[in-house]
């Protein structure tokens, strides 16, 4: 009997201990089912947070585009997408800065810009050394007509623009011949020389706004156009990638053709071009554009004009310079034992090369590269305005900057020395415009 109440109670240990083990794997199947939905909700909700903080960035970074200008914004708002993807993928590392201070410190440490003049290395164009006509609207008075120009036609007047002093061409769209004309005291005759140079800055607002040169004054020198047919006239014209003339096929930009020139990003282009007896060159910024061997007219004045199809935007220009061109460098120093140049600029009060300077720069380093045997002290001079003190300190630091400048371009320093005089040596009078630039000159002379 013993015996068979111990099997019994062994058997319903067993069941017990069956039915503990099923109640247990429920438990544990149940705990483990509970735990991979919180696992889930927790995944789910970390991955919402990620995509709405993505949503958030492309967000602002749609506003930024439709409120803003153009590029700087438009990577602002990449750099938002970049961070929220970071904070998708497990950085939740959060501020209360104000977006403008975050955003500010979410930007990367910019490289430092190349100096311009470094990005002009083969510029060719060097400028007559005996000027015509300058006009860097100094003393200009803001909404008045310049006052070294007449009218040909449309509206003009000084403004300030783009933290310089500039020319404002009204929003002309005379087919391209709302112009202003120099004023100078044989402006009815040829006064362009059979060598010269025309420089100017200009600035392009929007695709299509062309600037349009005439060889001709279309003012004052009608008694030597008999026929007086504008549309016979010759005429270059500026885009801001691309350059033509009458009859004339467009030279393009480095990496621009046709199907790409219209793209127009605000900003300056510094306008050249050269004149000798019969070839022209045309240049914008450091690119030559146009290179015609035989013109097959005279040239006898200028004309500037601005052609704006829309009628929308303004032109800018500045810095205008009309120089006869000079002997060519190495033979003037051949006669002389030193050259004179005015095609070396810097900005106003300072050292620092103009990026125009360099086809000058370029020509002489070529020079001495071609004639290891000279060697040159290089002397900078000033105009007269401004103590003398600061001249003579101004010009000694021009100078050195040209001397430091070549030779970055691979002259030897034992072969260029460098000297200010200042305002203490002028070539000509200190009451003109065109006087002041002849002045401030630096000169090579061999030593």
Known sequence: MKQKLTVILL??????????????????KRSTKKAER???NRVEKRIDNGVDKSLDAVEDGIDDTVKGDGKDKKQSGDKKTEKAAENQSGNENHNSKPADEKNQAEQPAQPEKQKPVLEWAKYDFVPGNEIIFEDNQAGEQNGEFPS??????????????????????????????????PMLKNYNEDYLPEEFTLEYD??????????????FDTKHQRNLDPGNNVSKRFYLRFFQNAADGKDITKGYYPGFTGANESKCQPGWRHIAISFNKRALKVYL????????PNLEINPVGITLCFHNPSGTYNGYVKNIRIAKGAVPLYDKFLTDGKFITTGIRFDVNKSVIRPESMGTINYVVKMMQDHPELKFSVEG???????????????????????EKMTELGISSDRLTSK???????????DTPEGKAQNRRVEFVKF
């Open 202 to 215: 200009a600035y392009f607002e929007k695709p299509g706004l062309a600037y349009r040169i005439y060889l």
């Open 420 to 430: 200010g005089l200042g305002e203490t040596k002028p070539l000509t009078g200190n």
């Open 381 to 403: 001079h000033t105009d007269s305005d401004g103590d003398d003190t600061s001249n003579m300190k101004l010009s000694e630091s021009r100078a050195r900057a040209v001397v």
């Open 285 to 292: 910024d450091d690119a030559r554009v146009l290179n015609i």
């Open 148 to 181: 070294k120009w007449d009218l040909s036609a449309g509206t003009f007047e000084n403004a300030f623009f783009d933290g310089s002093s500039v020319i404002m061409f009204r929003k002309g769209n005379n087919n391209g011949l709302d112009g202003i004309v």
């Open 38 to 40: 919180n696992i889930e």
């Open 11 to 28: 058997f319903m240990l067993a069941i017990l201990n069956c039915q503990a083990q099923i109640d247990l794997n429920k438990v544990v």
